[in-house]
């Protein structure tokens, strides 16, 4: 017998306990030149739905490079990458591989959200304006709707306040929020990171990171590079190590940081995580 009851067990479509369906990336043998210097040299990489990794390596093994392909800003040599099963920046004709078109293009990377060490936002627009631009522009929302969902962003970023602010009336720490909520306005499946604090000064570095950290509890598929090696420690699910254009090692924190494998990885770390850290 049915009665009703207030304490029902959570159904199937709670978002609180329901995993996240969407955002799985998967790189496959993934290369890229730049003229004859070969910077990704077959990375394979799948981060699964809601799934945070955090990228880090020395300078010039290729993070941004792997990133950068992801939205299609950098086309891949070969290889590929998929996000929810569906290619990235080409589709399957025959046999054969081809390019999306440039609006198609576009389209696919609303999905895909990027956050830019340098915050890259639109200097003569306000905060709000920043924020609520894209959706209106390349989804057809409406004004007053747009505004609404980016007071909304721009709250959850701690800046409901500073709406009608010009980036330049900014500081970096809050223009990269600005940046965060921008990127989340078009609803992604996936954001993308770059760097996101490494342009701010130090006591600026913790607001950008809590933000991060709040949305990596939210089931948006987020991937990082960053030199913030207790951040990753905290935030990621996997810990990607890169160097010279190929991950050397993937893992948990805890086994990245405390476990590496591979002598390549032993010797990085014992180089960033000395003497501000101890393992
Ligand atoms: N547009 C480009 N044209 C030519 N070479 C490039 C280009 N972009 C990157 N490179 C080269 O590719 C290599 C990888 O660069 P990438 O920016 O991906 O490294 P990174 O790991 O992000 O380094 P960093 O930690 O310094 O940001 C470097 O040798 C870089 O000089
Ligand atoms: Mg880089």
Known sequence: MSTATTSAPATATDPATTPSTRGLVEITKVRKSFGATEVLKGVSLTVEPGGVAVIVGPSGSGKSTLLRTINHL????????????????YEVRGNRLHELRGKEILKQRTEIGMVFQNFNLFPHLTALENVS?????????????????????LDRVGLKDRADAYPRQLSGGQQQRVAIARALALDPKILLFDEPTSALDPELVNEVLDVIRE????????????????????VADTVVFMDQGQIVEQGSPEHIFT?????????FFSKVLEPAFNI
């Open 74 to 89: 950098e086309k891949v040599d070969g290889g590929f990458i998929s996000i929810d099963g569906n290619l990235v920046g």
């Open 215 to 234: 949305l990596a509890k939210s089931g948006t598929t987020l991937i990082i590079v960053t030199h913030e090696m207790g951040f990753a420690r905290d």
């Open 259 to 267: 476990n590496p494998q591979e002598p390549r990885t032993r010797s």
């Open 133 to 153: 631009e894209a959706p209106v522009v390349a989804q057809g929302r409406s004004k007053d709707e747009a505004r609404r969902r980016g007071l909304e962003l």
